[in-house]
């Protein structure tokens, strides 16, 4: 008698891994399918082929606080009154390459939103540019009162 094989199916979340330290699930991700503007005739007409991308930027525990309040400044403008990122990605024909469009940006926000911007340190003009700069301020002056019509004695 030949024994069968039964199979076990483990479901676990699939991550999306944006750096060693950023990972979000796939579940955090909703993702809309809806119909393009634009041209391309009756098939863009008639199928949904363009992403509507959503990502909860204030409920995501995957992402770091300061990461989160970088992408919450640099996204405003994309982040609605419920703190989801949206993305729309009408770009291509095919529906696949549209979600993985939206995907892609989704990663470059949160890349950018990653890297912690450099401090400027705060520097005074050296002695030879303020000379130069007062020079030129001069030549400008009398450059401009060459221009002047000369007066006239009468």
């Known amino acids: 008698m030949a024994t069968r094989a039964r199979a076990c199916y483990f479901f676990t979340a699939v991550m999306i891994r944006i750096q ?12 809309h399918f809806i119909r393009a503007s634009g041209p391309g005739g009756q098939h863009v007409n008639k199928t949904a082929s363009a992403v509507q991308l959503r990502f909860n930027v204030r409920a995501c525990p995957g992402l770091p606080s300061e990461v989160r309040e970088r992408l919450l400044t640099l996204a405003a403008a994309r982040i609605n009154r419920e703190g989801e990122l949206v993305i729309e990605a009408k770009r291509y024909r095919s529906q696949d390459r549209n979600r993985a469009d939206a995907r892609q940006r989704l ?12 401090r400027r340190k705060p520097t005074r003009p050296t002695r030879a540019s303020k000379e130069k700069r007062l020079t030129r301020k001069k030549q400008h002056g009398r450059r401009k009162s060459l221009r002047q019509t000369p007066d006239r004695a009468n």
């Open 20 to 31: 060693p330290n950023i990972q979000i699930e796939e579940s955090e991700i909703t993702e």
């Open 107 to 118: 990663t470059a926000w949160i890349e950018r939103a990653s890297n912690v911007p450099k």
